[in-house]
């Protein structure tokens, strides 16, 4: 049973930061990319970053580009979002997720992390 669980989330003042941690476990599989996607009250979950997780190449929305860090430590299985200059907008509940190997789509996702920007 593949298990993910993100931590980190909180209240935070507009232009501050948070660093979100995500590890998963459990299973058996092995993983090609692992991803942030957040989403607001009323709205649809959306894209945050990405990573490979053998070359570590990343990939960013639009939104938090410059802003936002994505890492990962392959030994711990662990991904971490950096969020630096928070908006208001930025406000969500923040999901990790895992594209396995042999794979085209990500198919397990954590319990989600809430983040509140106040202004």
């Known amino acids: 049973q593949v298990q993910l669980v993100e931590s980190g989330g909180g209240l935070v003042q507009a232009g501050g930061s948070l660093r979100l941690s995500c590890a998963a476990s459990?299973?058996?599989?092995?993983?090609?990319?692992m991803g942030w996607f957040r989403q607001a009250p009323g709205k649809e979950r959306e894209f945050v970053a990405s990573i490979h997780w053998s070359s570590g190449r990343s990939n960013y929305a639009d939104s938090v580009r410059g802003r936002f860090s994505i890492s990962r430590d392959n030994a711990k299985n662990t991904v971490y979002l950096q969020m630096n200059s928070l908006k208001s907008e930025d406000t969500a509940v923040y999901y990790c997720a895992v594209r396995p190997t042999m794979t085209n789509s990500y198919t397990y996702w954590g319990q989600g992390t809430q983040v509140t920007v106040s202004s």
């Open positions: 459990g299973g058996t599989f092995s993983i090609h990319f």
